[in-house]
Nanobody
Framework: QVQLVESGGGLVQPGGSLRLSCAGS????????MGWYRQAPGKQRELVAT???????NYPDSVKGRFTISRDNAKNTVYLQMNSLTPEDTAVYYC?????????WGQGTQVTVSS
């Protein structure tokens, strides 16, 4: 059974940083493209960052230069380093693994940016 478990969310002040982790089990990480998405209340889920199987990363303009995705295939873990956080980054953040015809999601971790 595939499981993706996010951790590292919480409350942070504007300008602060957080590092999210997503630990996977039941899949071979190196065979999957990994991604982070987020969903704010009343909004659609949106892409935050992706890291392909080969390690190529991609970010939307809204987080480019502030967020960094990285993956450790040996640990079956993907990370999201988030810097210079703003209240607009408040959302539930989800980990995604896509590959081999499958699309797996974690349960999400709440990130709240507020003073």
């Amino acid at each position: 059974q595939v499981q993706l478990v996010e951790s590292g969310g919480g409350l942070v002040q504007p300008g602060g940083s957080l590092r999210l982790s997503c630990a996977g089990s039941g899949i071979i990480f190196r065979l999957y493209h990994m991604g982070w998405y987020r969903q704010a209340p009343g909004k659609q889920r949106e892409l935050v960052a992706t890291a392909t199987k080969s390690g190529t990363t991609n970010y939307p303009d809204s987080v480019k230069g502030r967020f960094t995705i990285s993956r450790d295939n040996a640990k079956n873990t993907v990370y999201l380093q988030m810097n210079s956080l703003t209240p607009e980054d408040t959302a539930v953040y989800y980990c995604n693994a896509r590959g081999l015809g499958n699309d797996h999601w974690g349960q999400g971790t709440q990130v709240t940016v507020s003073s």
